[in-house]
C-alpha cells in the first residue's frame, strides 16, 4: 500500500488533518487502533474556539454544528457566593465559543472523510513506523490480524499521549512537564443546563465547573484527588459536593437528573519539542497535553494540523520544505501561549494542597481582579475565544 501522508489516530487532530489535505487533491491514509463506535462515543471535550468552528465550516463539514451547536458569548466566574459574568462578545470584538462536544466533531468529521471515499481504517493493531529519517517512510499495521505495509512521504503522528509516534523519536525530544496534585470527576447528567453560560466556581472545597452538551444535557466537574476511586462516589454524594461548590447567594439553583456517565481525569501540563523529526510530525496531544480548565486541548489539535497543512500542500505544489521545517516552531510558539493560559486557569481556581492562607488571599485577589478589571477580563476573554492563528 502507498500513499502521501501517513496519518496515524483518527481523533480531531487526523481526521481534520486527512480531511484539509483531500481538499487540496492530497491523498493520505488513517490509520486507528480503536473501534470507530469508541472513538465516536468516547465523551471529551466540549469547547469549540471561534477559529476552529470557522475552520470546519470552511472544510465543509460544519453543517449540524451550525443548528445543533450552542453559541456563547460570555462566561460566568462564581467565588464567594456570586457569579461575575466575562463578556467575551464585548471584550474581544464580537468573538463567542461554541459547545459542540468531540464525540460529535467526530463523528461529522468521519462521515465526511468515507463520504469523500477517504481511506479511515479503524481496529488496526500492531501500528509501528519506521524509515522517517530517510525519505521512504514506512507505517507497518495488522488488519484483520493481516499484516500490511504502507508506505508514504510523510507521517503524521496524531495518535494522542499514549501513542506510538513520540516515543519513536523520544532520543531527539526534550519534555517540559508539570503534574497538577488533582484531578477532576466528571460527569454527564440527563438535566437541562441550570445556566445558559459555563460556571467556572472557586469554593474552599475545591474547584467546580458546570458545563453541558446539549439543552438536555448537562456536564459538570468537581475537583477531586489524582487518585480518586470513582467508585467512593454514588450520585448523591457527587450532587451533595456540586450543590455545596456552585453555592449562590444570588437565587440560583443547579438542578439535578440522572447521571449516565462519570469518571476522573488526571491534569497535567505538557510538551515535547521539537513536534518533529525527519519526516515524522506529531500533532494534538501525541506532542502535548494542557489541563482542561481552559478547555484547549481540542481546539489546540485543530491548530497544529492547519499548519501541518499548508506546509504540506506547499510541499507538493513546489517541493520546498520551508514550510515544513517551520512547522515545529511556528506551532510551539501557540502551544506555549496557550500552556500559559491553562496553567493560569488552573492555579487561579484550584485548591493546592500545600496552599498556605496568603495563597488563598491571593487567588481571591486575583479572581477580584479578573472580574473588576477590563484589562483582566479582557486578557482572560481574548485566551477563551483563542488567540488569532
Ligand atoms: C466540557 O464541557 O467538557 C468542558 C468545558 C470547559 C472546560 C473543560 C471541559 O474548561
Not at 85 to 109: A, C, M, N, P
Request: hydrophobic share 40%; proline share 5%.
Amino acid at each position: 500500500m502507498h500513499t502521501q501522508v501517513g496519518i496515524i489516530g483518527a481523533g480531531p487532530a487526523g481526521l481534520v488533518l486527512s480531511h484539509l489535505l483531500h481538499l487540496k487533491g492530497i491523498e493520505s491514509v488513517v490509520l486507528e487502533n480503536r473501534p470507530r463506535q469508541y472513538c465516536e462515543e468516547r465523551v471529551r471535550a466540549g469547547v469549540l474556539e471561534q477559529g476552529t468552528v470557522d475552520l470546519l465550516c470552511e472544510m465543509g463539514v460544519g453543517e449540524r454544528l451550525k443548528k445543533e451547536g450552542l453559541v456563547h458569548g460570555g462566561i460566568e466566574l462564581r467565588f464567594g457566593g456570586k457569579g461575575h459574568r466575562i463578556d467575551f462578545r464585548e471584550l474581544t470584538g464580537g468573538k463567542t465559543i461554541t459547545i459542540y462536544g468531540q464525540s460529535e466533531v467526530l463523528k461529522d468529521l468521519t462521515n465526511a472523510r468515507l463520504a469523500a471515499g477517504g481511506q479511515v481504517y479503524f481496529d488496526v493493531d500492531d501500528v509501528s513506523v519506521h524509515d522517517f529519517v530517510g525519505n521512504k517512510p514506512k507505517i507497518r499495521f495488522a488488519r484483520n490480524s493481516k499484516p500490511e505495509d504502507l508506505t508514504c512521504d510523510l507521517i503524521a503522528g496524531c495518535d494522542g499521549f499514549h501513542g506510538i509516534c513520540r516515543p519513536a523519536i523520544s532520543q531527539a525530544l526534550t519534555i517540559y512537564e508539570r503534574e497538577y496534585p488533582f484531578g477532576w470527576l466528571g460527569i454527564l447528567a440527563e438535566a437541562p443546563p441550570s445556566s445558559e453560560e459555563l460556571i467556572y466556581a472557586y469554593h474552599e472545597r475545591g474547584f467546580a465547573l458546570l458545563s453541558m452538551r446539549s439543552p438536555q444535557l448537562s456536564r459538570l466537574y468537581i475537583q477531586c484527588s489524582p487518585e480518586e476511586d470513582i467508585h467512593l462516589w454514588p450520585d448523591e454524594k457527587i450532587w451533595g459536593e456540586l450543590h455545596k461548590r456552585l453555592e449562590s447567594t444570588e437565587g440560583w439553583k443547579l438542578i439535578e437528573g440522572p447521571i449516565t456517565q462519570k469518571g476522573v481525569t488526571g491534569m497535567r501540563s505538557f510538551v515535547a519539542e521539537p513536534m518533529q523529526y525527519g519526516n515524522l510530525f506529531l500533532a494534538g496531544d501525541a506532542a502535548h497535553i494542557v489541563p482542561p480548565t481552559g478547555a484547549k486541548g481540542l481546539n489546540l489539535a485543530v491548530a497544529d494540523v492547519r499548519v501541518l497543512a499548508q506546509a504540506i500542500v506547499e510541499f507538493y505544489k513546489s517541493g520546498k520544505r520551508h514550510l515544513l521545517n517551520q512547522y515545529s516552531a511556528t506551532c510551539l510558539r501557540r502551544v506555549w501561549k496557550v500552556q500559559r493560559f491553562s496553567w493560569w486557569m488552573t492555579s487561579m481556581f484550584h485548591l493546592f494542597p500545600d496552599a498556605s492562607p496568603f495563597d488563598q488571599k491571593r487567588q481571591m485577589a486575583e479572581l477580584d481582579y479578573v472580574t473588576s478589571s477590563r484589562a483582566g477580563a479582557q486578557t482572560l476573554a481574548e485566551n477563551y475565544v483563542g488567540l488569532p492563528m
